[in-house]
């Protein structure tokens, strides 16, 4: 099998980290963990388990999930986050795979939990994310936010990761105030001004989308539950982008007081 590394980014991953090494393990030769500034038991655990840990402050979810690439031993490079597993059927999947052509990239559906619970509607299955890749043609965008792999051709594996994407239905809440910091952050790190307007315009954007467009609106209570929560973060993240903005603009009236 062509050897392959596995690289996870991690910030307080204690509960996770050793799953996702292990999901890996079948797979990837060599681990390599690039935490930013974790202040629970990540380190430990990842090395503990044989992963090489990298310490890099936070630089933006692409720039973060390339950093570790050129310090890999091997050309194929697997990327999953510290809440993903592969599941068995992608284990099988990579290890049939020839690997010999460095310009095909290989994509895989994500079943994203809330608990023990499966969320398929809305548009949150099958969620396809592109992760096993060649480091002389394909890479991660240098977005600072839900950045994905550009590969001059993906081929569809057809077998599942599993993310564990919310504890229950509070961490679902508590997520969203994270991400959408991180979000908001990573727009005005590039450029984008504050709008009254935008808030409100993506949120029913949002709700629009995954209610009519995704078929929420017939999909039950999760159906309702994507839709609220998606169009609440995206509420949450322009919100906050106009929050920065007016305490920068604060803190520099300060200054020149």
């Not at 393990?25 to 990540?42: A, H, K, L």
């Not at 792999?149 to 509070?170: E, N, W």
């Not at 209570?221 to 919100?239: L, N, R, S």
């Amino acid at each position: 099998m062509t050897p392959i590394t596995g690289i996870i980014i991690t910030l307080d991953e204690a509960e996770n980290i050793a799953d996702c090494i292990a999901s890996l393990r079948p797979v990837c030769d060599e681990v390599i963990v690039v935490d930013s500034g974790s202040r629970d038991d990540t380190v430990a655990i990842a090395e503990s388990l044989g992963a090489t840990v990298i310490h890099q402050p936070y630089l933006g979810d692409g720039p973060q999930k390339a950093f570790a690439v050129p310090r890999a031993r091997h050309d194929w490079i697997l990327a999953l986050d510290a809440d993903e597993r592969l599941d068995e059927d992608a284990v099988a999947a990579i290890r049939s795979l020839a690997l010999d052509d460095p310009d095909k990239a290989y994509r895989f559906n994500r079943r994203n939990f809330a608990g023990h619970h499966w969320i398929k509607a809305a548009g949150f299955y099958p969620d396809p994310v592109t992760r096993l890749y060649n480091r002389t043609t394909s890479g991660y965008l240098p977005k600072k936010a839900h950045s994905s792999v550009q590969a001059p051709a993906t081929v569809d594996t057809g077998s599942h990761i599993r993310h564990f994407t919310y504890r229950d239905l509070s961490h679902w809440i508590t997520r969203i105030d994270q991400l959408s910091s991180r979000d908001a952050w990573a727009m005005k790190e590039r450029g984008k001004g504050p709008s009254p307007w935008r808030p409100t315009l993506h949120a029913a954007s949002a709700m629009i989308r995954k209610l009519i467009l995704k078929g929420g609106l017939l999909q039950g209570t999760d159906g309702m539950t994507v839709a609220i929560t998606t169009a609440f973060h995206a509420y949450m993240k322009y919100a906050k982008l106009n929050e920065l903005h007016e305490n920068e603009r604060a803190n520099a009236s300060s200054d020149h007081a």
